[in-house]
């Protein structure tokens, strides 16, 4: 055996695996690793579109988080407010009935200082005619004693 021949058989053997590795071997890889190569950015851009969309989510519920304590604050205003404004409306509601209690109280002592009044002049006339009848020594007629009595009450 010559060694060129086996050296020239070799080449040749090398060169038809070269090929055949290029031809049937090497494609699918490169393929293989040209998809894994997309798939990777796309999962590279995928991932860095979710942290923007997080950001602005995180952005978002800040901002609307913001809005209701905002409301919240507007709402505890206003009830205290309306709280304040009912607690006055009752007090004038108090005051004026208090006052009316007070007036009808007050009308009602009048009521009754007359009538003690009135009982009192009937009574002063009374003594005064049992008084003035002693002193004439004797009795007025009961018309009479009617009549006095009234002009006495009249005039006190």
Aim: charged residues 35%; proline residues 1%; hydrophobic residues 50%.
């Amino acid at each position: 055996m010559n060694i060129n021949a086996t050296l020239l058989a070799q080449t040749i053997m090398f060169a038809l695996f070269v090929w055949f590795c290029m031809k049937f071997v090497w494609t699918p890889i490169i393929a293989a690793l040209e998809a894994r190569k997309k798939q990777i950015a796309d999962g590279l851009a995928d991932a860095e579109r979710a942290k923007h969309d997080l950001e602005l989510a995180s952005r978002r519920s800040a901002e609307i988080l913001r809005e209701a304590k905002e409301k919240a604050g507007e709402i505890l205003v206003g009830a205290e407010k309306r709280g304040s404004e009912i607690v006055e409306d009752e007090k004038v509601k108090a005051k004026l009935e208090a006052d009316r209690i007070i007036a009808g109280a007050k009308a009602e002592i009048d009521q009754e200082v007359f009538r003690a009044r009135e009982q009192l002049r009937t009574q002063v006339s009374a003594i005064a005619l049992a008084g003035a009848g002693k002193i004439l020594g004797r009795e007025i007629d009961a018309k009479a004693h009617n009549d006095l009595l009234d002009k006495l009450v009249a005039e006190i």
